[in-house]
């Protein structure tokens, strides 16, 4: 029970890392990106390429994979996000499963369709066990790794949204952009430096992930609707919302695919629909939005 608790904990932290930046495109900038995922196997694969092609170490790949994607996502946010600010939803929605469906192609043609292995160091392939019989406690030193890594994150990420400027200044541009502009406020900076970090965690996410959920060119699609569930239970008001959904969808989806397999990943959309019937505006809220 124990092992699957941690478990659990460790593939929620992972889907939060994942879904963190969609959360801030959503949430803070209010709009709908459904190309998310592709960021995130963008991660993946420069982490992939780098190592098999660069001989670059797992460890500094993991930065890399963080810069680069970043680089790439405020590439597009200049060149093809800024248009689609003011579109409807459903224009924006287009839009970005189409770049999706895009990425997805562009990937198999030029890397291939077969599936890529990450070769993790052998310091992170070990496994600890602390305890014995119901109360066992196996830690694999790889999900260990990241459940280290996404909790630094989530401290960063809430300190940088709610105690500095950036952060405060990022609120102001949400709420009422055409004030914040009048204030001094460079809006379009302000979210183009939003969408790079939103990004570049999901190229993180998807470099850490590589190992645990696998690395084709389906990845954005094939996971697109975890992201979207973890947004949707967990709210976009802060980092706490898709923190906490992000767990819940974790321990449970590991634990009913152990007691229960043949229900597969139904209990996570069962969980998802109890708590939107409860609250349908997600686990937490923030008003002031434009």
Same mark, same amino acid.
Do not use: E, K, S
């Given at each position: 029970m124990l092992t699957i608790l941690f478990d659990g904990i460790a593939y929620g932290m992972l889907l939060f890392v994942l879904a963190v930046g969609l959360a801030v495109t959503l949430g803070l900038m209010n709009f709908i990106n459904l190309a998310h995922g592709a960021f995130a196997m963008a991660g993946g694969y420069i982490t992939v390429l780098a190592m098999q092609r660069l001989g670059v170490p797992f460890l500094a790949?993991?930065?890399l994979a963080f810069v $680069?994607?970043?680089a790439l996502g405020a590439l597009l946010e200049c060149t093809l996000y800024r248009p689609m600010y003011k579109k409807p939803h459903l224009d924006q929605v287009m839009f970005s499963i189409g770049l999706a469906f895009m990425a997805v192609a562009a990937v198999d043609y030029f890397v291939g369709g077969s599936q890529q292995n990450v070769q993790i160091p052998q310091w992170l392939r070990g496994r600890t066990e602390i305890g014995e019989?119901?109360?066992l406690l196996g830690m694999g030193h790889y999900r260990l790794f990241i459940i280290a890594i996404c909790a630094v994150l989530t401290v960063v990420l809430q300190l940088l949204l709610s105690r500095t400027r950036f952060g405060s200044r990022l609120r102001a541009a949400v709420d009422d952009p055409r004030v914040a +502009?009048?204030?001094?406020? @460079?809006? @379009?900076?302000?979210? $183009?430096?939003?969408?790079a970090m939103g990004s570049g965690l999901a190229g993180l996410g998807g470099a850490l992930g590589a190992e645990i959920l696998g690395l084709d060119p389906t990845f954005p699609l094939k996971y697109m609707i975890y992201f979207l569930i973890v947004v949707a239970v967990g709210g976009t008001s802060s980092i706490t919302g898709p923190?906490?959904? +992000?767990?819940? $969808?974790g321990i449970a989806d590991v634990a009913g695919k152990y007691y229960i397999p043949k229900m597969g990943a139904f209990t996570v959309y069962l969980l998802m629909i109890l708590i939107l019937l409860w609250r349908p505006?997600? $686990?937490f809220t923030r008003g002031g939005r434009r």
């Open positions: 790949c993991l930065p $680069l994607t970043a019989g119901a109360l +502009a009048g204030l001094g406020i @460079n809006v @379009n900076v302000v979210f $183009l430096l939003t969408f923190l906490a959904a +992000a767990l819940l $969808l505006q997600g $686990l």
